[in-house]
């Protein structure tokens, strides 16, 4: 396989439910141009892919996983206890759940030692841009999209500005 195909990021969710959401960072990362794949992986329901997807990542030629989950979240701590990659956790607001607070803390609350890096509630574009950010680390041409990105937002800004001032 080509290099530049190879999947750099990972996302992954506990269910294709969470897809809704999750699909905020597919969308980021394929503006950025960076190669992703996406699955579904359940702590509680498919527990053995889980470990199998986490301690594979790595040679596989991950970088980074963003992963997603609902309710009791505790696929991205499970994944990052499994791994030495970044985790990027994102909480998903589930239908049954009390406001999405479930799934903030059992993704936040994590232990020392074994950090995610959490967004917000639904964040998963976040999360990619979080992704892009890692990596453009190392990538000289990520690093000039991210800038130019950067310039956008507050352009846009700059624009809604002086539209109230007119
Ligand atoms: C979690 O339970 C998933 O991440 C999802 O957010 C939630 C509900 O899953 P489904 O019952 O819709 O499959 O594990």
């Known amino acids: 396989m080509n290099n530049s195909t190879i999947p750099k990021v990972g996302i992954i969710m506990g269910s294709d439910s969470d897809l809704k959401i999750m699909q905020d960072a597919a969308v980021i990362l394929k503006e950025f141009k960076i190669p992703f794949e996406l699955t579904v992986v359940s702590a509680h329901r498919t527990p053995e892919r889980m470990v199998k997807y986490a301690q594979t990542a790595a040679t596989r030629g991950l970088c980074v996983i963003i992963a997603g989950a609902g309710g009791a979240a505790h696929l991205p701590g499970m994944i990052a206890s499994l791994t030495t990659l970044p985790v990027i956790g994102v909480p998903i607001k589930s239908s049954n759940s009390i406001d999405g607070w479930d799934s903030v803390l059992s993704i936040l609350q994590m232990p020392n030692g074994v950090p995610v890096a959490t967004v917000a509630l639904n964040a998963a574009k976040n999360a990619g841009l979080l992704a892009a ?26 624009e809604k500005i002086n539209h109230l001032k007119s």
Do not use: F, G, M, P
């Open 133 to 158: 950010q890692i990596l453009a680390i190392a990538d000289e041409s990520l690093a000039e999209r991210y800038s130019t990105y950067k310039k956008q937002l507050q352009q846009s800004v700059d």
